[in-house]
């Protein structure tokens, strides 16, 4: 239990020096700017974890998906080399994932042009709200 009685009660702003009030607006500035880089940075890290979990579970689905997808290709390779020579088999196979690999790569490339930077809104629409506020306060 923390004895209170021996701390005096700060005066009212309207008694308190200008000096004394500046110096607090000042300290509590200080404090809101620190504890919103402390919030933008544990939202970053947060964002950040499930990023790196995201990544990893795709890239194991990509190389599973790999496995897959190659051995689809042996069985189309396969099954048009009974009425077609092996070769024509295999090329026409070939130009087909060429032309889908093709399209894809292409609407990645869009999409990745049309990501938006990682932005921590979050700490965003506090700084903001914490501009109007002490807009708001220094117009009284």
């Known amino acids: 239990m923390v004895d209170t009685s021996s701390q005096a009660a700060a005066p009212p702003a309207a008694d308190r ?20 880089i402390q919030l933008a940075v544990a939202e970053l890290r947060d964002k950040g974890k499930h990023g790196g979990m995201g990544a990893g579970l795709l890239g194991a689905a990509g190389v599973t998906a790999l496995f897959g997808v190659a051995t689809l290709l042996a069985t189309a390779v396969l099954a048009l080399a009974l009425v077609l020579p092996a070769w024509a088999a295999t090329l026409i196979v070939a130009v087909v994932v060429l032309i889908a690999a093709a399209v894809m790569a292409l609407l990645g490339r869009k999409q990745l042009k049309s990501a938006t930077p990682v932005v921590p ?20």
């Open 17 to 36: 020096p200008i000096g004394q009030l500046v110096g607090d607006a000042s300290a509590q500035l200080s404090r809101l700017v620190r504890d919103e």
């Open 121 to 140: 809104q979050d700490t965003v629409g506090n700084v903001r709200a914490d501009i109007d506020a002490v807009k708001e306060g220094l117009h009284r």
